[in-house]
């Protein structure tokens, strides 16, 4: 599958129908949803992270591009790799390992360290990364700003919408500002160009909701890794109990 497929998806959607993408963690996973007839795949950094036996943000890149590649093979439908923050990798490097892996797509964040990186550098590194992609890679832009401190006596919302429209200028497909709060959906959409990315939370509305208020596209982090944890810690207390 290619990127221009999996660009098509995200655009011409109506409110209320989302692209929903669960996030797989290994290949059996993957199949599982893509048998389940959804359209496409993002693999989440943490879930990917947990399965490999490594604390968020901690895996090494090789071990990562290889799960990814895993995935890829393992299914027919396009596949977005989280690959949080490039690994340190140089624009073209970063493409060539993706597109190796078996990837059509990417999220790349704007934390460093547990820091947001300045909004024009962030840019500039998109920019790179789609000079060296051309149209073979979707590229969601995720911007930490709910996350991660605002420089002093900025407005959140409206650094998020500055870091949108720069990211979306550098050649970003998408933008998936984690952690926004549900009733600031509406005004994002609005204020961005394309389509936006909303993380989908057990407490908060479901996918049409989120669909409702404004995101083009859902997501759920290693959420469906950690409701499948449940279940076999569920199924080995029974076991200990039988």
């Not at 078996?102 to 964040?109: D, I, M, R």
Request: negative net charge.
């Amino acid at each position: 599958m290619t990127a221009s497929a999996l660009r098509a998806l995200h655009h011409g959607r109506t409110p209320g129908d989302p692209l929903v993408l669960p996030g797989p963690w290994d290949a059996a996973s993957a199949r599982v949803f893509a048998d389940a007839g959804f359209p496409a795949l993002a693999t989440p950094s943490a879930g990917i992270a947990a399965s490999l036996g490594y604390e968020d943000g901690q895996t090494p890149a090789d071990e990562m591009f290889a799960a990814v590649a895993r995935i890829a093979r393992a299914v027919s439908v396009p596949v977005s790799a989280d690959i949080e923050a490039g690994y340190g990798l140089a624009p073209g490097e970063l493409v060539e390992r993706l597109l190796t892996a078996g990837a059509v797509g990417c999220n790349l964040e704007d934390t460093v360290d547990g820091v947001l990186v300045d909004a024009g550098w962030q840019a500039d590194r998109l920019a790179a990364v789609r000079e060296a992609a051309g149209d073979g890679l979707f590229v969601n832009a995720r911007i930490d700003t709910y996350l991660r401190s605002v420089p002093d006596g900025a407005d959140r919302e409206a650094e998020t919408v500055r870091r949108a429209r720069l990211y979306a200028a550098a050649g970003a497909d998408c933008v998936y500002p984690l952690g926004a709060p549900p009733e600031a959906l509406p005004r994002l959409a609005a204020a961005v160009p394309g389509p936006l990315n909303a993380l989908a939370r057990p407490d908060g509305p479901g996918p049409r909701g989120l669909g409702e208020l404004g995101a083009a596209r859902i997501t759920f982090g290693p959420g469906m890794q950690l409701r499948a944890m449940a279940a076999v810690r569920e199924i080995a207390d029974g076991l200990r109990k039988a």
